[in-house]
T-cell receptor, first 112, second 113 residues
Framework: QQPVQSPQAVILREGEDAVINCSSSKALYSVHWYRQKHGEAPVFLMILLKGGEQKGHDKISASFNEKKQQSSLYLTASQLSYSGTYFCGTVNSGGSNYKLTFGKGTLLTVNP | DTEVTQTPKHLVMGMTNKKSLKCEQHMGHRAMYWYKQKAKKPPELMFVYSYEKLSINESVPSRFSPECPNSSLLNLHLHALQPEDSALYLC????????????FGQGTRLTVV
């Protein structure tokens, strides 16, 4: 079951903030966030396990609302290097097999 | 060493060829994955190996054949591919299957002619 990401694309000026959302219709075990720059491999940002925790490093943080099966990625004071496509990946609860399914992605462009 | 190394970086093959993609990691990870990614699309899971055993096959056509010779290596054998199989093939590994972050290799850009 593919998670739904929003928005599909966002354009920022350097220093502005952004929020990317990820939601699922299934109960989730974990949510993963990745960033992929054009022509490069996806790079892991963070993982959130069920329990409603919030994580962050540097100026990027994320939350996981287990009851709503939603996660949000917060980018604060964006930098040019934040540009890329952000994917959330979700693992459903209750399955015996681990399967990470990615959303369609959010294209983030940070301009000077 | 926090790298996943994939070879070759680029591959062009005919529909009757047999080729293999290789993936290597030396992080002691026990889960390894193959993903396929088309342009402007998310990675799609193909196979998952956990402790060197195939645990997930996402109904991938038999012209793709994975192999995990040991805990550090993952191969993807290709035979009789179709032009629509042209894509970026990504290998990834994680400490455990269930919850650890996955490290991706740079991928093999495959073109089937």
């Amino acid at each position: 079951q593919q998670p739904v990401q929003s928005p599909q694309a966002v354009i920022l000026r350097e220093g502005e903030d952004a929020v990317i959302n990820c939601s699922s219709s299934k109960a989730l075990y974990s949510v993963h966030w990745y960033r992929q720059k054009h022509g490069e491999a996806p790079v892991f940002l963070m993982i959130l396990l069920k329990g409603g925790e919030q994580k962050g490093h540097d100026k990027i943080s994320a939350s996981f609302n287990e009851k709503k099966q939603q996660s949000s990625l917060y980018l604060t004071a964006s930098q040019l290097s934040y540009s890329g496509t952000y994917f959330c990946g979700t693992v459903n609860s209750g399955g015996s097999n681990y399967k990470l399914t990615f959303g369609k992605g959010t294209l983030l462009t940070v301009n000077p | 060493d926090t790298e996943v190394t994939q070879t070759p970086k680029h591959l062009v093959m005919g529909m009757t060829n047999k080729k293999s993609l290789k993936c290597e990691q030396h992080m002691g990870h026990r889960a390894m994955y193959w993903y396929k990614q088309k342009a402007k699309k998310p990675p799609e899971l193909m196979f998952v190996y956990s402790y060197e055993k195939l645990s997930i096959n996402e109904s991938v056509p038999s012209r793709f054949s994975p192999e995990c010779p040991n805990s550090s290596l993952l191969n993807l054998h290709l035979h009789a591919l179709q032009p629509e199989d042209s894509a970026l093939y990504l290998c990834a590994s994680s400490q455990e299957r269930e919850k650890a972050e996955a490290f991706f290799g740079q991928g093999t850009r495959l073109t089937v002619v």
